[in-house]
């Protein structure tokens, strides 16, 4: 078997035995501080154990495994960092994220087999929210380590009502010791992620490898709608103040919005809503929603939520109903660095005999939040069709396999780059 397949082979079944862990049974669904998160973090601090790596759990469940330089010299207390997140969407693809995590740790693995003796420190991170699907909003773990945290977040409340505070409590972490997990901008090399495209470029070129140039702008917000709750059968359409209702006209506006942004790749996207009090006779006296916005440029994005701020008041008016837009955040474009890009780029190159094409990454990513300790790198992995969040996500063996070797050749590639810039 050749090296890449067995490497691919390997990422597979852990791939898979991460899979098994989920909230539904016929389904994959893992979110943030639930008790799914935490045996998939259990399994992962195990496999990071066999891997040799020196495991904790940091204070927002984070998992971290650290090895030490294998070789003395000036780096040799520096670290480059490796990662991506087990959290997951609902009803999910089992590559997102989990791959990330998988394929650092098969690295580390194949570099040991080959008794690569690294100039500096290796540390692979299992972040546990990337998604922002059970707290409003996202990348609580790199945040944490980027120290860009704010500590606000941990009143957040889910659907249930649990504050995200109470999570992390039951989950074993503990957010006041936030400050002691940021690190130091002067003791990081960088950060490198392998992250499945989820997008058809490469699966169109039939290419399985490509390295990102960036990840695109993007905003999270929620959008309150109040109107007034009535009677279905005797309050007359022409006095009504429906918040649902209006919800929906401001959700069609929002689509037209994405639409008219194409050259700045602008999209738009309305993924969650709630009707209250929600029942089949009652006309919703409030409606809340989620607004995702992202674009390939900072500007267009500004632009674009200015515009759908503008038209929400219109609506507001018009309808009789108070609109707000709470912005829950806004990261802005993340340049990889070139550094890092040239790295991969040879990387690939040497693996797979051919250079890699760049792609924009439409996706977000813990990249975003390490930007602010470090440089970041980053590969994409072909994924059948460009589908992802969605069960039917597929990259095949040998797509892994390649992934892998090509970040241990950027590992070493580094190693033997010398003293940082
Ligand atoms: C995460 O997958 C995101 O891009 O929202
Ligand atoms: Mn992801
Ligand atoms: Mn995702």
Known sequence: MSDTKRLGERAQ?????????????????????TSEHKRAAMLVGEWMRRAGLIVRMDAVGTMHGLQAAG?????????????????????????????GVVAAIVAVEELKAREMALPFELEVLAFGDEEGVRYPKTLISSSTIAGIVEPAVFD????????????????????????????SRADILGYLEV???????????????????????QGRY????????????????AIRHDALAGAAEVIT????????????????????????????????????????????????????????????????????VVIGVETMQEKPVALTAPRLRRAIAAAIAETTGKLPREIMSGAGHDGQAMIRLTDIGMIF???????????????????????????????????????PP
């Open 381 to 419: 992995v072909r994924c059948r069709a460009g589908i992802s969040h969605n069960p039917v996500e597929f990259v095949s063996i040998d797509d892994m396999g390649l992934a892998v070797e090509a970040l241990v050749k950027t590992i070493m590639a580094i190693a033997h780059e010398g003293a």
């Open 195 to 217: 992250h499945i495209e989820q997008g058809p470029v490469l699966d169109q070129a039939g290419e399985a490898l490509g390295v990102v140039t960036a990840i695109a702008s």
């Open 156 to 183: 957040l409340v889910d659907r249930e009502g649990m504050t995200m505070r109470s999570a992390l409590a039951e989950f074993g972490g503990d957010p006041s010791h936030l400050a002691s997990e940021a690190y």
């Open 71 to 99: 070789a003395a010299g000036p780096r040799s207390k520096k670290r480059l960092l490796l990662g991506s997140h087990i959290d997951t969407v609902v009803d999910a693809g089992r590559f997102d994220g989990n791959l």
């Open 222 to 237: 929620r959008i309150h709608v109040r109107g007034e709750a009535g009677h279905a059968g005797t309050v007359p359409m």
């Open 253 to 320: 506006m929002i689509e037209e919005v994405g639409r008219a942004g194409a050259k700045d790749s602008l999209v738009a996207t309305v993924g969650q809503i709630r009707a209250m009090p929600g029942a089949g006779n009652v006309i919703p006296g409030v409606a809340e929603f989620s607004l995702d916005v992202r674009a390939s440029a900072d500007e267009a994005r500004v632009a674009a939520v200015a515009e759908i701020r503008r038209r929400v008041r219109q609506i507001g008016l018009r309808r009789g």
């Open 13 to 33: 079944n852990l791939i898979d035995a991460l899979a098994t862990i989920s909230a539904d049974k016929d389904a994959l669904t893992r979110l943030y501080l």
